[in-house]
């Protein structure tokens, strides 16, 4: 049995309702109403767009308030896409380093890089932990700088009893194949600023249209995704043709399943998708209302992943404090040596893991304002990174697989 990099939680009977509501969609704006009330309750005050991507929400945010030459100031350990949209908008980029405990931002070094040209903090819950979103937030007001959280993976995190996306002028959520929560494509922008939020509303209703063609598309592509989700049918096809392709270019499995980055030559393009469907609507209404159990089944998985990997010598856990309420959706550690090795045998074994080494946004050739700065944590640790399979679809005996892939990769790598 082969573990895929990502599993959707879900059920039989989800799967059938995905397919039943892209063929009948049938009281759309029934569904529309009910998630924008789920979301409202937990945002409260807050104005929330539901956009086709996270992406677009960027984009459109940085399009509003920020003019051509203003400073834009991100962690080195972005998503490097927000950099190349910032780019592109002929924004500064400047860059600050991460602390060594969790890859985040380190806002002990962030108000030294302040100039007076900087309009806009970008911060980064890397992995689904919060950055020190509070001493952040003191900083911005201090002086007077419009700061954005890029939420992607942190949904359902809480820093100080506060939800991610709450602290910042503006705070974007990825709902992605691979997020939680999840409505395999989209995003979730919330903000307190109507005027961006009535801007928004206004150009995505003159841009962004139904397009049956893109819709098609990402179902198909969307069901081969659900469908990969389970361990057991993702071993008989798709996990022989990653090994397959594995045998011809090492590489190319890193490129697939990092393809939906949008980091290649291609500029940026705003109106790359299409409006929401019912199912994906449905879906996402499904994956709210059972969060929390979710979140349980995700922790007591890393809990039982550290507990039979914490003596390997050559893996190093990130230095999270156990007292925050964060989401688990990722579990990344540091191998310490060897590490293109160790992840080749691990793949043999069936595991296919993400290497989340893509995040160092000096390794991309956007024009950096500080780019000779010294950015040692970062440039220390990202090529480390990996990121281990955590799903609550996940049994036991999947994870103890995990783990004994991880035993031999780790023996074998010496």
Not at 23 to 43: A, C, M
Not at 115 to 129: A, D, E, R, W
Not at 271 to 283: D, G, N, V
Request: include cysteine; aromatic fraction near 12%; charge should be positive.
């Amino acid at each position: 049995m082969a573990i895929p990099f990502f599993s959707i939680d879900l059920s039989n009977k989800e799967f059938f309702k995905i397919i039943k509501d892209f063929f009948f969609p049938i009281n759309l704006n029934k569904s529309q109403n009910e998630i924008n009330l789920l979301l409202n309750e937990r945002f409260k005050n807050k104005y929330i767009n539901i956009l086709p991507s996270a992406r677009l929400g960027f984009y459109l945010t940085l399009k509003k308030n920020l003019k051509e030459g203003d400073e834009i100031i991100f962690s080195s350990m972005s998503f490097p896409l927000y950099l190349k949209i910032a780019s592109e908008l002929k924004l500064k980029i400047k860059l600050v380093d991460v602390d060594t405990d969790t890859m985040n931002i380190n806002h002990e070094l962030l108000e030294k890089k302040i100039s007076q040209n900087t309009k806009c903090i970008v911060v980064t819950h890397l992995f689904g932990y919060p950055c020190k979103i509070d001493e952040i937030k003191k900083i911005t007001k201090k002086n007077n700088i419009f700061l954005i959280e890029d939420c992607a993976q942190s949904f359902d995190t809480f820093y100080k009893n506060t939800e991610t996306g709450m602290f910042g002028d503006v705070g974007i959520f990825s709902c992605s194949l691979i997020k939680i929560p999840t409505t395999l494509s989209g995003g979730i922008l919330i903000s307190s600023n109507k005027e961006l939020n009535e801007y928004i509303n206004n150009w995505t209703e003159k841009n962004i249209k139904f397009s049956l063609k893109k819709k098609i598309f990402l179902f198909m592509k969307n069901i081969v995704s659900v469908i990969n989700s389970y361990p057991s049918l993702y071993s008989i096809l798709t996990s022989k043709i990653f090994f397959f392709l594995d045998k011809l270019n090492p590489r190319i499995y890193r490129k697939i399943i990092y393809s939906g980055m949008g980091i290649s030559t291609k500029k940026f393009d705003a109106m790359e998708r299409s409006t929401l469907s019912k199912y994906q609507i449905e879906f996402g209404l499904g994956q709210l209302k059972k969060l929390k159990q979710m979140k349980i089944k995700r922790k007591a998985n890393i809990e039982y992943l550290i507990a039979n990997i914490k003596s390997l010598e050559n893996i190093e856990l990130l230095n999270y404090e156990n007292n925050i309420d964060w989401n688990y959706q990722y579990f990344v550690i540091k191998i310490k040596k060897n590490f293109e090795e160790f992840n080749k045998i691990l793949f043999k074994q069936g595991i296919h893991a993400m290497e989340e080494n893509v995040w160092n946004c000096l390794d991309y050739n956007y024009e950096i304002q500080n780019y000779n700065d010294n950015f040692e944590v970062t440039s220390k640790n990202n090529p480390k990174l990996l990121r281990i399979q955590n799903s609550s679809y996940l049994n036991k005996n999947h994870l103890d697989k995990i783990i004994m892939g991880i035993k031999k990769a780790h023996e074998q790598s010496k």
